[in-house]
């Protein structure tokens, strides 16, 4: 799976870092940091820290997640 | 699946995060039944943070604060108010006397501001919750102008910060000692007092605003220092409620926020959860293991997310459901200062100030119980902040071992 964060968006609210630790810290000036790619075991972490960021920065590309991501707006 | 909701399916009330993010999870869980979302606002849902901050900053506008909820298959029944729960023939009533039959029911109606106190305030003074409320706000904020601010909670703090932020002169009126001294404690609410008067807000702690009236296009207030102060305009940041009086006479108990039990299922006053409904975000009261009470309300965007999630699983798998217990987050964002707090400091018997320099805008606080860590606050140290909260959690994750071990 490749991740993409919108670094225009992320104001490292950090809760990213909480849901998959494995993927996303911080510099020592807050700025995140993050994999550009992880492994299927870690599908999980990923879909439930893009669920909680709350300016929706990350996205997560790879066949099985396709289907839920590019949802329009209300 | 779920034939149980076959018919009128899944109703849920409050059209805002808590309600959308469970018929997100509804969905993703596999629920394609019906899903009927009613709220009182005219607007889709949209996010509330940046409201007091980008939002009245100028910086964003409504269609930026837009939550995606296209591609659920949700009626939405919005602009119309929920007004009474009738949990025997199992309807929903609404302003306009329309009664919505329902399977399942969410109640999602958040909280809102607490008024200012009787008799009512004078033209001219707002409160903050909704998008409504920042647009006049927002309206009302003038360059050449003063702002009285009445409560230095989050969202007191947040719209002094911005309002200085955009030039505006700014005196803020706080009973307590510091900003936020019952959420965060003395010594990170002196940090945060110190932000304020850095950027030349007037602030004024252990001090009441008295009255209120309007003298032609100004709010004039009488101060318990004996001063009057006079604004273009004011707000009442007194802190929320939770939204629970279409729910009087339903049998549910909604003392402080509709009780649930820690699957996110409404309770009702015999202690035993009402059949099919659940309850998520800032109008449910539920319990956790860390508080000594038997419910807690949290006001935090993390908290209406995370809940909801368990309640969709209540509600799809009655059988099987959920435990809710989170370590909470929330953030708040202060002129140039990115405040993470995690666990509860506001249930804390001491603390250990790490670092607390206003001069380089960075704070860490740590919070104790019974000598155990139960929270932390940062600004601008966020990696502090993610290693409390896996330090946090592990401590949960292990209780609840622990718990299901011995067998209770
Ligand atoms: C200005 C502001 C700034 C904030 N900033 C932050 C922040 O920086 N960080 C953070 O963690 N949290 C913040 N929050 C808190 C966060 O926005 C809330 O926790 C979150 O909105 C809770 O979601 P909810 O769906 O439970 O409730 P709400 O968002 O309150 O939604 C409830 C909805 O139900 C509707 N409703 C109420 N009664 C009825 C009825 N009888 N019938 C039909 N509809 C009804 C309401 O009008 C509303 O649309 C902020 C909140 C505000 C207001
Ligand atoms: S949760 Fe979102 S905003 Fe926060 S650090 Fe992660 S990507 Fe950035």
Redesign the interface.
């Known amino acids: 799976m490749r991740i993409h964060v919108d670094m225009d968006l992320c104001?490292?609210?950090?809760?990213c870092?909480?849901a998959a630790?494995e993927v996303f810290?911080?510099?020592?000036d807050?700025n995140l940091v993050h994999a550009e790619t992880a492994g299927e075991s870690l599908r999980d972490a990923l879909e439930r820290a893009a669920?909680?960021c709350?300016v929706?920065a990350i996205r997560i590309d790879g066949p099985a997640h396709e289907a839920?991501t590019g949802?329009?707006?209300? | 699946m779920s034939p149980r909701f076959d018919g009128p399916g899944i109703v849920v009330v409050g059209a805002s995060l808590a309600g959308l993010r469970t018929c997100t999870a509804l969905r993703r869980l596999g629920y394609d039944g019906r899903l009927t979302v009613i709220g009182d606002e005219p607007h889709p849902p949209y996010d509330r943070p940046p409201l007091s901050k980008e939002f009245l900053a100028g910086r964003a506008d409504g269609a930026d604060l837009s939550l995606p909820g296209a591609g659920l298959g949700i009626t939405w029944q919005l602009g119309r108010r929920a007004t009474g729960l009738d949990l025997t023939a199992r309807t929903v009533e609404i302003d306009d006397g329309a009664l919505f039959p329902f399977g399942g029911l969410v109640i999602a109606t958040g909280s809102a501001a607490r008024p200012w106190p009787a008799p009512a305030p004078p033209a001219g003074v707002h409160t903050l919750r909704g998008l409504d409320d920042a647009r006049s706000l927002r309206a009302a904020l003038r360059r050449d102008g003063r702002l009285l601010v009445i409560g230095a909670g989050f969202i007191g703090s947040e719209v002094t910060a911005t309002a200085r932020g955009a030039g505006v002169e700014v005196t803020l009126v706080e009973p307590e000692p510091q900003p936020l001294r019952r959420a965060v404690g003395a010594a990170a609410g002196e940090f945060l007092a110190a932000l304020h008067r850095r950027a030349g807000v007037d602030l004024r702690t252990s001090t009441k605003v008295l009255s209120l009236d309007r003298v032609r296009e100004h709010t004039g207030a009488r101060l318990s220092d004996g001063t009057d102060v006079t604004a273009t305009a004011a707000v009442v940041a007194l802190g929320s409620a939770p939204s629970t009086d279409w729910l009087t006479g339903s049998g549910l108990d909604t003392t402080e926020g509709v009780l649930c039990d820690r699957h996110a299922r409404a309770l009702l006053r015999d202690g035993t959860p009402a059949t099919d409904v659940v309850a998520a975000g800032d109008v449910a009261r539920w319990p956790h293991p860390w508080a000594d009470t038997p419910g807690i309300t949290l006001g935090h965007w993390s908290h209406a997310t995370e809940q909801a999630e368990i309640a969709a699983r209540s509600l799809l798998f009655p059988e099987t459901p959920a435990d809710y217990r989170p370590v909470p987050s929330f953030w708040s964002d202060q002129y140039d200062v990115k405040l993470r707090s995690v666990g509860f400091p506001a249930l804390a018997d001491s603390v250990d100030v790490r670092e607390n320099d206003p001069d380089t805008r960075r704070l860490d606080v740590a919070y104790y119980r019974h000598g155990r860590l139960i929270g932390a606050l940062t600004g601008n140290r966020v990696a502090r902040i993610a290693a409390y909260r896996s330090r946090l959690a592990t401590d949960l994750e292990g209780e609840a071992g622990a718990t299901a071990a011995a067998g209770r």
């Open positions: 104001q490292s609210h950090g809760q870092a909480f630790p810290s911080f510099d020592g807050d669920a909680a709350p929706r839920a949802e329009p707006v209300a």
